[in-house]
């Protein structure tokens, strides 16, 4: 059974960073075709925010370009989210998901992320 497990967030100022980890187990780091972060705002629809596939290729949302860097460890099944530069609009529950070669995408619980002064 995999299971995602996500650490990180909180609340920092306007400018400041913070960093996002995303453990999958139950499954081989071969097996995973991308790992990467959607987010929700309140009252908003859920954005994709960035992922990182096997090889190491990324995609990140126009939003979070410059400022976010997705990064993933195989040997650790865990994937990393470098956030710079935050804003208050980056407020939001960040989730976590791994994309299995086949089956159901597999989300982590979520994590708050709050950038207020």
């Known amino acids: 059974q995999v299971q995602v497990a996500e650490s990180g967030g909180g609340l920092v100022q306007p400018g400041g960073s913070l960093s996002l980890s995303c453990e999958a187990s139950g499954i081989f780091s071969h097996n995973i075709n991308a790992m990467g972060w959607y987010r929700q705002a309140p009252g908003k629809q859920r954005e994709l925010v960035a992922y990182?596939?096997?090889?190491?290729?990324?995609h990140y949302a126009d939003s979070v370009k410059g400022r976010f860097t997705i990064s993933r460890d195989n040997a650790k099944n865990t994937a990393y989210l470098q956030m710079n530069s935050l804003k208050p609009e980056d407020t939001a529950v960040y989730y976590c998901?791994?994309?299995?070669?086949?089956?159901?995408?597999?989300w982590g619980q979520g994590t708050q992320v709050i950038v207020a002064a």
């Open positions: 998901y791994v994309d299995p070669e086949w089956g159901d995408t597999h």
């Open positions: 990182v596939l096997g090889g190491g290729s990324t």
